[in-house]
């Protein structure tokens, strides 16, 4: 038996696939402890904090939420299915748990305002220290009821664009009530340190401060390929002319645009997929 490395596959986890056949993607074990250490200086996770297993362990959300709290030593709540499809009695279990990480599609998100607004007692009485949104595009309009009723950084709300491969979160925006209120929907803010983030032309220049292009991901979070699909692998990861030689990016599908303070703005898709309550349509 051959020892367990890094760089050994750790999960696959299917998306979406443009001919109705879905993709494998191959993820080792370095990507997902490389994606806390990378993210730990924004969110100080300690043995302190309470997280909730949320999602479907089909969909890599799952990923952050199961490792985020094993890796720190916090405490990992897993909600049963019936509670996570009914928003009033999830509100409960996140007071009576005393949670303080909770991760969640803005779509689940905006249901579980719904049921703090009917029961503000409970909203007071939430020990959450962070929200992190990911899986689908934010309205951010929507959040101006939640800042009317909690102060502005307890609980910090983040915003998080990310993809299955690479590796779950891409980039970081912590968001405020003046985003909020500039309806800044498409903001999803910087990448995470160790990944590089291009915004090309279909000749695969770098496109200045205001274009919108395809946006491709290099660094430590792509992914190993598609499990046994190589041609599909080797037309989705590409060879990285920024990089050194012999590294790749990953050709997104998003399309989105450089701002002036070189954060980015997501435009949409290039293709035909939608994303509903975080998974990949086409």
């Not at 430590?220 to 080797?234: D, I, N, T, V």
């Not at 989105?256 to 070189?262: E, F, H, I, K, Y």
Request: glycine share 8%; net charge positive.
């Amino acid at each position: 038996v051959r020892p367990l490395r890094s760089e050994h596959p750790a999960y696959v986890i299917y998306t979406s696939g443009s001919t109705g056949k879905p993709k494998g993607v191959l993820i080792p074990h370095q990507n997902v402890i490389r994606l806390m250490a990378h993210t730990q200086h924004w969110f100080a996770f300690g043995a302190q904090d309470v997280w909730t297993l949320f999602h479907s362990y089909a969909f890599d959300f799952s990923v952050w939420e199961l490792w985020g709290p094993l890796l720190y030593g916090g405490r990992l709540v897993v909600v049963p299915y019936l509670t996570s499809r009914s928003p009033a009695e999830f509100l409960q279990l996140l007071v009576t748990q005393q949670v303080t990480v909770l991760n969640q599609t803005p779509s689940a998100f905006y249901a579980l305002m719904q049921a703090e607004r009917d029961q503000p007692q409970l909203g007071q009485a939430l020990a959450l220290r962070y929200v992190v949104f990911g899986g689908e595009a934010l309205e951010l309009g929507r959040l101006r009821d939640w800042y009317a009723r909690h102060t502005p950084q307890r609980p910090q709300l983040v915003n998080m664009y990310g993809i299955t491969e690479t590796t779950v979160h891409v980039t970081y925006l912590a968001l405020d009530q003046a985003l909020v209120q500039a309806r800044a929907n498409s903001l999803i803010g910087r990448a995470i340190p160790d990944l590089q983030v291009y915004v090309l032309d279909a000749s695969l220049q770098p496109l200045p401060a205001g274009v919108a292009g395809e946006l491709y991901v290099a660094g430590a979070g792509l992914a190993r390929g598609y499990l046994r699909r190589p041609g599909l692998s080797a037309e989705r990861f590409v060879a990285n002319p920024f990089g050194a030689p012999g590294s790749r990016m990953y050709r997104t599908g998003d399309v989105a645009r450089w701002l002036s303070d070189g954060s980015l703005d997501f435009v949409g898709r290039a293709d035909s997929q939608v994303k509903i309550r975080g998974f990949r349509i086409e």
